[in-house]
């Protein structure tokens, strides 16, 4: 055993002590066990009052800038409005086809129909006007930014911070100051939606400024560019891909910016009609309505990473073809353009043409659920009990004889003791002291449940793992995080979140490494499953939720499901990606001295992939907690519905704070998961690039 | 080869440094300690290093006279790409000088170094610096779009360079289409759209397979003389070397070790690091007649070869001939050249010969 895990194994002794001595001596502790109402300083009043100074001083100006926005938001809906449906759908359909061949275009003509047919068109072209108008924004202040964060290294080291921050401060956080400044109205989703999708574009201009060749930069300087001939003439196109993966990816955030933004309400587009219909419990309006914005992000979404991946280098001929195309395909959209003039329906789709089939499917739910109730409330209540409850309150009070069957006796607590004293005593027999130690204390942890268990020992665990795995400026950071945490008076919502998210990427990462693994092995399993997650990472949160909203109704159980589903799409692209993308020579090596299948993949391949991983691990978790807040919409205690509490009641400081603080919490795992990667990079001498 | 009647060089670099590190400017205040002023340059390298400094240049000097080719040859790390980009001032160096036409480069205004390097300058990479978004006619267009020159001039330029580098029909093509061989042209035509008066080959070749690196080692000698440029070659290939250079110098830790013809070299090697290279070299590929032959007069009647015909040309004739060959010097006299003479030549590791006689 060396120094170092000798180190760490006394710390960690310390810690488990700490932990237990909370544990036994429970309330007893008092200010050590519960962290004291009046020692939180209460931001609330001077923060508002802040605000509303701001708001009245400087209201003016965001009301100006609201009226200037205001303006091409109209325009482009009036413009987008005034042109028929059916000449929409023949450009839409032409720049599909342009951007990824005949499947696309085919999807991109039924998505409009059915947009059409079943009555969400204008709502979806509300939506599509705020995103038109915030793309290009986006883009330009991204571009800018990230070109500034090129070129100056002070700027990089101010721009990147800012971007993590950005990137993690909720959505819904976004929204409130927003509306305080700007008022109700279209403004809102724009600015919230360019805010929140400019980021991409800094971190994809500056990634593909970065990663121009060095020759390339050299041979441009041989051939006598001028400093701005080389920026525009070198760098510029030959970042290209980078560029519009940036636009891909700032479009995306946009979308679901625009989506979630309709969630202040009073706008007729189409994450309105979405969220209204949930909240009236109309589940077959509002998965008609969800079903128009995951095509709307799809269609987006393929098409601009369509133009990213198209090659730049066309020969004339097809560069005169393709020319020849559009041309030809604005004559035709003329063409429809005046025949929709005589022909009514091609222009408005009649109303009483419109597809419903939203009161046969609530009916058919309706049936679903009376046949089915006992089954699905085993489910809930089994999850409930025998999972949830004993992380979120501990087994010491999750047991009762209504959920388990019996009750915590000190006959009961005794055999969990020797339960868990076993395989420790069986650890430290082997020689593994440092697993031991963590076997303990999950196990307490599991007993006293992570809302029992004494702040000082929550914080203590947290700063240690910070410590063990960044070194001491990042306990010094995390403790710093925490203390905002505490001072601010959100600790116990920020529990709940904590462990949500912790349940939720627990499953997520088990059950995504497990198929990732799958998928790694067998083809046939990894086409299946790929088309399935790029689905599910284009598609805007909320749309996650109806389904299970169905069919679970609110509650944990429902945001549990919802997180897990959607932070399981980084744990199962990671682990493939890791496990297929090994060095060939080693796994050659490895097959070439006698390795099973199972052997390379246990000994050879994981162990090499863990570093990649890791950082799927760190994804999954930045996943998990941007639904977490999401989740609010279902009725969670945690967090996310002080945001939302915050934003409907107009309260900054609540919203802020909590916004702030779950900010906070997906910083410090996102820099702990990303220490531990970069530690087993290390340890095995590779690099990995984290993409944007 | 050709040589030049003019004697002034074309490009010289003057006791060039360049160092990387944390202040490593002082390092080189101390004006007495540099070579120029009777220090020694290698303490001073020495001396820089012990205090955490980087030597990538140490006080390299050499000329470059017209119509030369000029190879600086060293193993990776040697400093050799440092001293060609401290030339084209891709890289700042820290201390030297360097005169193309007799013009301090080193004092040249941003705008004027452009300048030079749109009007003068050409340079070839190792891994090409091809713009993948541009097809071979607009990468070889691309610098003289630069210089904005019209479309029609520009046109009538590409052409010819491409018909020079033999690349005709593949004016579409883009670099990723191409195979290295090809890229290499490419890079090596847009180099020369701008007529340039010097021309750097930073490891042209060392990417390539060896068949095509010799195929495009032959051209570029033929290239050569037809244009007549001055040509600073890097390479790490000491055969390529052997094969491409008027004159080369040997790089070792940043420092010129030995430079002269490369004959020069394999005779007379300075010390024991280069005797390395030359230890695998195929002597009979470098060695001329008038390195070998002996001292007697040939007898009557035997086949007149000049003196700088190579040695290997000669071995299938002197199989067969006992007599040997008569060898021609420069100044017209004749010495005696056996198959024997060859096989001692061969067989001493020529540490014994002299070149007096060449």
């Known amino acids: 055993m060396n120094g170092n895990t000798k180190q760490s194994l006394y710390i960690w002794s310390v810690v488990v002590a700490f932990t237990a001595i909370t544990v036994i001596l429970g309330d007893s502790l008092g200010m050590l066990s519960k962290y004291p109402e009046n020692l939180a300083l209460s931001l609330t009043e001077p923060l508002n009052n802040g605000m509303r100074w701001f708001v009245v001083t400087f209201g003016w100006l965001f009301k100006a800038i609201a009226w200037v926005f205001d303006w091409p938001i109209l325009f482009a809906k009036t413009v987008l409005h005034a042109v028929p449906w059916v000449a929409m759908l023949v450009l839409a359909t032409y720049a599909a086809y342009r951007a990824k061949g005949y499947g696309l275009a085919v999807f991109c003509a039924m998505s409009i129909l059915y947009m059409v047919t079943f009555g969400f068109w204008e709502q979806s072209l509300n939506s599509f006007s705020l995103v038109v108008v915030s793309i290009p924004l986006a883009v330009a202040i991204g571009f800018g930014i990230g070109t500034w964060g090129f070129m100056s290294e002070r700027a990089y080291r101010a721009i990147m911070p800012t971007l993590d921050l950005m990137q993690t401060v909720p959505a819904f956080a976004y929204l409130l100051p927003i509306l305080l400044l700007f008022g109700f109205g279209s403004t809102v989703g724009l600015v919230a939606s360019v805010l929140f999708a400019f980021p991409p574009m800094v971190r994809n201009t500056i990634i593909g400024l970065r990663g121009v060749p060095q020759p390339i930069i050299e041979s441009g300087i041989m051939s006598g560019a001028t400093p701005s001939q080389l920026f525009w003439s070198v760098r510029v196109p030959t970042a290209r891909r980078q560029l519009l993966l940036g636009i891909n990816q700032t479009t995306m955030a946009s979308l679901s910016m625009v989506v979630i933004a309709s969630i202040i309400g009073g706008t007729n587009d189409i994450g309105w009609q979405v969220l209204s219909t949930i909240r009236k419990a109309l589940f077959g309006e509002s998965i008609l309505a969800g079903i128009v914005i995951a095509l709307m992000a799809m269609i987006l979404d393929r098409m601009t990473s369509g133009f990213a991946m198209r090659s730049a280098s066309l020969d004339l001929a097809e560069k005169k073809r393709r020319q020849r195309g559009w041309l030809i395909c604005g004559g035709v959209v003329l063409m429809t353009a005046l025949m929709a003039h005589l022909i009514p329906i091609l222009s408005v789709w009649p109303k009483e043409l419109i597809i419903n089939p939203a009161p046969s499917m609530n009916a058919g739910l309706e049936w679903f659920f009376l046949e089915f109730r006992v089954v699905l409330d085993n489910i809930k209540q089994t999850a409930f009990f025998y999972l949830m409850l004993p992380i979120k309150i501990g087994l010491n009070q999750a047991i009762s004889p209504f959920s388990w069957g019996f009750s915590m006796t000190p006959l009961v607590t005794t055999v969990y003791v020797v339960l868990v004293a076993v395989p420790v005593a069986f650890m430290v027999i082997k020689g593994r002291y440092l697993l031991a130690v963590w076997a303990a204390l999950i196990g307490l942890l599991l007993y006293s449940g992570l809302q029992g268990v004494a702040w000082t020992a929550l914080c203590m665990i947290i700063i240690v793992i910070g410590w063990q795995t960044g070194g001491r400026s990042l306990a010094a950071w995390i403790a710093a995080g925490l203390a905002f945490i505490l001072l601010t008076g959100i600790w116990n919502p920020a529990v709940i979140s904590l462990y949500l998210c912790g349940v939720a990427v627990l499953i997520a990462f088990v059950l995504g490494s497990a198929i990732g693994i799958w998928a790694s092995e067998n083809d046939k399993v990894s086409v299946l499953v790929r088309p399935v997650i790029d689905t599910l990472q284009t598609m805007p949160l909320f749309v996650i939720l109806i389904p299970f909203v169905m069919i679970f109704k609110i509650g944990e159980f429902t945001a549990l499901l919802s997180i897990v589903i959607f932070a399981i799409v980084p744990a199962i692209r990671y682990t493939e990606h890791g496990l297929r993308n090994l060095s060939k020579e080693v796994v050659e090596a490895a097959t070439a001295i006698g390795s099973t299948r199972m052997q390379l993949l246990f000994q050879v391949k994981l162990p090499l992939a863990v570093p990649t991983i890791m950082l799927g691990l760190n994804q999954t978790i930045m996943f998990a907690i941007s639904m977490l807040v999401i989740t609010a919409l279902v009725g969670t205690d945690d967090l996310g519905q002080q945001i939302y509490i915050g934003l409907g009641d107009g309260d900054f400081a609540v919203g802020m704070t909590a916004g702030i603080g779950m900010a906070i919490i997906a910083m410090i795992a996102d820099r702990i998961t990303q220490s531990i990667s970069r530690k087993m990079q290390a340890k095995l001498g590779i690099r990995l690039e984290q993409g944007a | ?358």
């Open chain 2, 1 to 358: 080869m050709s040589v030049n009647d003019s004697f002034t060089p074309k490009l010289s670099c003057r006791n060039l440094w360049k160092l990387y590190g944390p202040g490593v400017s002082g390092f080189l205040s101390d004006e007495s300690r540099l070579p120029q002023n009777g220090g020694d340059g290698k303490l001073l390298a020495q001396s820089i290093r012990e205090q955490g400094g980087i030597v990538a240049s140490a006080d390299v000097s050499f000329d470059l006279m017209p119509g030369e080719i000029f190879v600086i040859m060293g193993l990776s790390g040697s400093g050799k790409s440092t001293v060609v980009r401290c030339l084209s001032r891709l890289v700042e160096p820290t201390s030297g000088e360097i005169l193309l036409d007799g013009l301090n480069l080193l004092q040249a205004s941003p705008k004027e170094l452009i300048d030079f390097r749109r009007y003068k300058m050409g340079m070839v990479f190792q891994s090409f610096g091809l713009l993948p978004h541009l097809n071979v006619f607009e990468n070889i267009a691309f610098p003289l779009k630069l210089q904005g020159m019209p479309l029609q001039d520009r046109s009538a330029r590409v052409e010819r360079v491409i018909a020079l580098v033999g690349l005709e029909g593949r004016e579409d093509s883009y670099p990723s289409q191409l195979s290295g061989g090809q890229q290499q042209r490419v890079g090596i035509a847009r180099s020369l759209a701008v007529e340039p008066e010097v021309w750097f080959l930073d490891e042209p070749f060392s990417a390539l397979d060896p068949l095509i690196r010799r195929q495009m080692q032959d051209e570029f000698l033929r290239l050569q003389q037809e244009l007549h440029k001055s040509i600073v070659f890097i390479t790490h290939d000491f055969l390529e070397a052997l094969r491409v250079a008027d004159r080369m110098a040997i790089m070792k830790d940043g420092a010129v070790v030995q430079i002269g013809r490369p004959v020069d070299l394999i005779l007379k090697p300075e010390d024991s690091y280069v005797r390395e290279f030359t230890n695998d070299v195929p002597w009979e590929l470098i060695l001329t007649a008038g390195d070998i032959a002996s001292d007697n007069a040939p007898p009557e009647g035997v086949r007149e070869v000049s003196a700088d015909t190579k040695v290997c040309d000669l071995l299938p004739y002197l199989s067969e001939h006992d007599s040997g060959v008569a060898v021609r010097t420069a100044d017209h006299s004749l010495y005696h050249m056996t198959g024997k003479d060859v096989i001692a030549a061969l067989a001493s590791g020529m540490s014994t010969t002299t070149t007096a006689k060449s």
